[in-house]
């Protein structure tokens, strides 16, 4: 087997992926005004609409794992690339806000794309390589996160929302082919008859401190960076004093932030291997945190950009390492169900996150989400650097 090829093959579907979910997510405001809701619902219909996917696919989350173990992780991609796939076709065809919703559900039922190729590459590599490995997944990730605003923006700009969607379809299509043809899974990870069922699954990473901990942490973050996903472009069209042209401005920021990222996620994937990845964590919270905390004072785009440039250094940093840790405290036939528990973890951060983002942006401003959020990460920062002080000293 040729871990490099898997590797290379998986992170360039990644980036695909990832384009093809932020050239739609971050402008569903702009597209839930053009199906009909008016400015003064659209903080709460945003936060509906985001978390409805996530509470399916944190649902979810733990069978697919479960059947990935059991029955391959390359069958887990191939199933969620499609799936997913034919909601961006569904999605570019709804003609109001409910039809919208019912595509965010059917996307939640989809879920599972990067669970299992992360799944497969953390099983793939040698052990020496997996910080390398995991670090240039996540910036496969933000690369995607950089073409898909600047894709997303410019067609929603010029061509409209659904366009974006019939070009997201495509792309995520097209690597889905890829890895059924390149990507080979080591059958030894594959587990034919899995002990136990789902609640025995839950039971087991309950048990083990540092995944309980790992997963419980993974929500709290999730909810930190998703509490701030439906309202970015709305302020961002505040700071400017319009909506006109709010996507294609949203898309140039929101890419800042993955164009920073792809440069220091393998180094914080070098970092973690070298000096431990507790550290990584308690370094990158309290570096996004005090950015993030920022993004409340500027009196323009420009600054804000800097500033979602300066997030995206130390924000790309946390999800590998707590890959790595949760890779290093489980056994190679229970990859599938550890990260399908990842998953949910990170979908019911998603799933709570806009709808605290909606509420606090509703009820006292917009600007405030980043108070809370930038306070929320420092918090764990400094709760991740007494946990791993007390780690050191056991």
Known sequence: ?????????????????????????????????ELGVSEGDISLWSGVVFSAS???????APIWGRSADKN???????????????????????????????????QGFANGFLP???????????????GFSLGCMQTGLLIGSIIGPLLGGTLSHYL??????????????????????????????INNNPKGGLLDDLKIACKAKVMRELLLLTFVVQLAIMVLQPIITLYIGKLQGSMEGVAFTAGLVFSLGGFAGAFSAPVWGRIGQNKGYFNVLAITFLGAGIFCFLQFFPKNVFMFGALQFMVGIFIVGINPAISAILVNASDEGF???????????NQLGSMVGPLVG????TLIGIEFVFVFTGTLLILISIGVFIRYMKKNNA
């Open 1 to 33: 087997m040729n871990w490099q090829r898997n590797l290379w093959t998986l992170c360039f579907s990644v980036i695909f992926s990832a384009a093809s979910y932020t050239m739609i997510i971050p402008f569903l405001p702009v597209y839930l005004l």
């Open 54 to 60: 996530f509470l399916i696919a944190a649902i979810m």
């Open 72 to 106: 391959g992780k390359k069958r887990m991609v191939l199933r969620a690339g499609y799936s997913l796939a034919a909601c961006y076709v569904l999605g570019a065809i709804v003609t109001n806000p409910l039809q919208l919703l019912g595509v965010r559900i059917l």
């Open 116 to 130: 299992a190729s992360l799944a497969i590459v953390a099983s793939s590599v040698p052990n020496e390589k997996l």
């Open 160 to 189: 409209g929302m659904r366009m974006a969607f019939f070009a997201a379809a495509g792309a995520l299509f097209l690597v889905t082919v890829a890895v059924a043809f390149l990507v080979r899974e080591p059958e030894s990870t």
């Open 335 to 345: 990859r599938g169900r550890i990260f399908g528990l990842l998953t949910t973890a």
């Open 358 to 361: 909606g509420m606090i942006a």
